[in-house]
């Protein structure tokens, strides 16, 4: 679990930070293709990674359910429908809802793994879930608008997709390192992402003041963020990990507040405490 914990903090602070960033190209890139040049941009650069390290090869047929889940769920569908939502809702609170896995693999690790859940750890993930309450303040959703609302669905599914994800690699895990699996999952995820940008943004495109970001996201962020993602959801028990992983939105609201100069309040203050305590009390043994 320790080293886990070493891989969830650099997730934490490249991914919390990532959907502000991303916020911020989208001023100038549409979603879709945003969301292509990430998954290409991280296909890439670990593809070559690999080539220099003389490891990159071909899954075996053991690894094909993690390469598939990951590629397809976890990267595709998610930022598929996660790089939508974001043009329709704010960056923090996409950061939010997007991560929020403990609704999801908690249930899922009982029901499909058969995991045990040690009565103080579904206390913290009450306590983690009111914290993303605090932060997300459906309070201050207009449900009247259509298209918040969808935005926020959007939200909800993406992290049900990442949480089959994790639950698939946790069932079937793959024998090669996940590490050399990445380049073939980041490029099924492009092959899932381009149709729908092809699609749904036909004159859309990414514009020379939005490169700098498309870089950091597909050449940083991407391969070693989600490396670090993955190995996490491997490692830790799914309540701790659904509990742990609160900790990325609840940086990435930090992030947006001081950057985009989003809206900040008592209920930052207070759901961030809240996420902190969750995750102290999850990861007791």
Known sequence: MRSAFHLLVVAILLFGGAWPVTKAALAHATP????????????????LLLALLGRLRLPR???????????????????????????????????IISAVVTYWLIPLSVLVLGEKVP?????????????????????????????????????????????????????????????ELLPWCFGLATLLILPFAIALEPQGGIAGPSWPYMLYIGLIVAPIGTWCVIEVGRRLPGAVASVAFLLVPAFGVLVSTLWLGEPIGWDMATGGALIVASVALASRE
Request: no cysteine; glycine share 8%.
């Open 32 to 47: 879709m293709w945003f969301a292509v040049g990430r998954a290409g941009l991280a296909a890439l650069v670990s593809a």
């Open 119 to 179: 009565p103080h750890r579904w206390v913290a993930a009450g306590l983690g879930l009111a914290g993303v309450a605090a932060l997300a303040g459906p309070w201050a959703v207009d449900w009247t608008d259509r298209t918040e609302v969808v935005g926020h669905l959007m939200l909800v599914l993406a992290a049900l997709f990442w949480t089959l994800a994790i639950v698939a690699t946790r069932k079937w895990p793959p024998r090669t390192p996940v590490f």
């Open 61 to 95: 047929r053991a690894d094909m359910p993690a390469v598939l889940a990951l590629g397809l769920l976890q990267l595709g569908a998610f930022f598929v429908l996660a790089h939508a939502a974001v043009a329709l809702v704010q960056a923090g609170r996409t950061a």
